[in-house]
């Protein structure tokens, strides 16, 4: 089972056993797939702007920067910054159907050109991907709901909450699902502790297609319209709603049973000036189909 990520990051087209028999597939359907979801991400995101995207937002790292000394140098908005992130996500796959996932991330940013701060621990996520519906071969495409809740740390009067809910169909065009098309939505809701603080709704609609080529390298390309409702940040100038286009690139190196073995995506979206992430995911597998 593929995860995204979005947070962050998003994968949702799963596919069946490349290239396993019958009897292997019934053996490793009975043995859940665990393992570490590692994904590394360097991002750069304009001024007076949020980026949130297929996955992980920058918002986390903006607000805590906020409640820090540093806010005294940031008169009138949101400066330039840049972030190095690392999610560390347990992952289970209960069945080909069904994955659960937590754990936490880490960051480093810079703000404004004011140099790169320590890594520290910023956040911890749960969540859940389900297949609510399999097309195996039939005329219906598959429906797959990704939910996950990811909380900042510290806990405290800046702390936010965010809730991202991800559902994507996808139509494959073969038996074995190595080709197929994509479409989906995503809403991303956040809560801030405190009434100083308003960030709005996000949402992001998007198509696409992907294809596996025989010696199991997977290309998934989407395309979207990404929405923000805008944000007010403390008493900075206010972060304006957009409607702006949105892109992601992901390119995978998977084994004979569908596993992931490396990955690496590229994602632009307009915010409404450009923001760019390169994620590189290595997944540490402790049981593997």
């Known amino acids: ?14 596919g069946t056993a490349f290239g396993a028999n019958d009897d292997d597939g019934a053996i490793s359907a009975s043995i859940p797939a665990v393992y570490l979801d590692l994904r590394t991400s360097y991002a750069q995101v304009p001024a007076g702007s949020l980026a949130f995207g297929f996955g992980h937002p920058t918002l986390f790292d903006a607000l805590r920067t906020l409640a820090t000394p ?8 949101l400066p330039a910054a840049k972030s190095l992130n690392v999610d560390f996500p347990l ?7 069904v994955s659960l996932y937590g754990g936490v991330s880490g960051s480093s ?3 404004g050109g004011s140099g790169w701060s320590s890594f520290q621990v910023t956040s911890w996520n749960v969540g859940f991907q389900a297949d609510l519906y399999q097309q195996n071969g039939g005329t219906f495409p598959t429906v797959t709901l990704q939910s996950t809740i990811t909380q900042s740390i510290p806990n405290g009067p ?14 494959a065009l073969d038996s ?16 801030v502790g405190t009434t100083l603080v308003k960030i709005n709704p996000n949402t992001i609609a998007y198509v696409g297609g992907y294809y596996q080529w025989s010696n199991n390298w997977r290309f998934t390309g989407r395309v979207g319209v990404q929405s923000f409702e805008g944000a007010q940040l403390l008493t900075l100038a206010p972060i304006q709603p957009f409607t702006q286009p949105i892109m992601r690139l992901d390119l995978d190196r998977m084994d004979d049973n ?8 590229a994602e632009i979206m307009w915010v409404p000036k450009p923001a760019y992430q390169l994620t590189v995911r290595t997944p540490l ?5």
């Open 91 to 97: 992952t289970v796959d209960v069945t080909d159907s």
């Open 176 to 191: 074995d699902e190595t080709k197929g098309f994509l479409a989906g939505f995503q809403d991303t809701r956040t809560d």
């Open 285 to 289: 597998y402790a049981v593997r189909n």
């Open 70 to 77: 540093n806010r005294a140098a940031f008169p009138t908005g």
């Open 158 to 171: 800046l702390a936010t909450t965010s809730f991202n809910n991800i559902l994507e169909f996808d139509y």
């Open 109 to 111: 940013t810079e703000f």
């Open 1 to 14: 089972m593929l995860k995204a990520g979005l947070h962050a990051t998003l994968i949702l087209a799963a």
């Open 258 to 265: 569908d596993n992931r073995l490396f990955g690496i995506t």
